[in-house]
Structure formats: C-alpha cells, structure tokens
C-alpha cells in the first residue's frame, strides 16, 4: 500500500506560482511513475505531469513550458511547480502513483486561479 499526501494549494491570482508537494509514505524509486492529475468543476480528471522512475518526464500541452515535475529521492516527495497560472488552471490537483498495475491516489489539493 502506498500513501500519498499533497500540500501546496491556495488561490493565486493569474501570472502567480504555487509548488505542489505529494509526500509518497515508501521508497518512491520503487514505483513505475508518479504523477500530477488534475479535475477542474465538471470536467473529467486529466493527466498534468508525470514523472518515471528513471527521471523522464511528460507534460499536457496545456501545462507544458510552464509546470514542472520533479522529486527529492531522499525526502521521496514529488513537486509540482506552476507557474504563470491561467484561470484554467483552477482545480483539484491529485497525486497518483503507479506500481505494476497498482495504483494510488491522494485525497487532492485544491488550486484557484481568481482575479
């Protein structure tokens, strides 16, 4: 079983920045990939960013050039970096993790994008 705890959210004007954090409860080098998905007010969840055990990474192109993924190994976190944020952007973000067909999700932080 693995647990995922995000934290980072907040409402942020458009143009701002916020870091997303997913604290991962096990060694996140043993599992396949970890990812940033994301479900705006009556839209389906959609993958952000992912990030594979290896290091590659892969974006939406409507997150592309502006967020980033990355992990600390030893604090076994993984990081979401946002910046100049739309007003599209506004949603639930939800850490995922997958493992050999299992996956994990965290309860979700909540992003707002409002003038």
């Known amino acids: 079983q693995v647990q995922l705890v995000e934290s980072g959210g907040g409402l942020v004007q458009p143009g701002g920045s916020l870091r997303l954090s997913c604290a991962v409860s096990?060694?996140?080098?043993?599992?396949?990939?970890v990812a940033w998905h994301r479900q705006a007010p009556e839209k389906e969840r959609e993958l952000v960013a992912l990030?594979?055990?290896?290091?590659?990474?892969k974006y939406s192109d409507s997150v592309k050039d502006r967020f980033t993924i990355s992990r600390d190994d030893a604090r076994n976190t993984v990081y979401l970096q946002m910046n100049n944020l739309k007003l599209e952007d506004t949603a639930v973000y939800y850490c995922?993790?997958?493992?050999?067909?299992?996956?994990?999700w965290g309860q979700g932080t909540e992003v707002t994008v409002s003038l």
């Open positions: 990030i594979f055990k290896r290091g590659g990474t």
């Open positions: 995922y993790a997958v493992n050999w067909g299992s996956e994990y």
């Open positions: 096990r060694n996140i080098l043993s599992l396949n990939a």
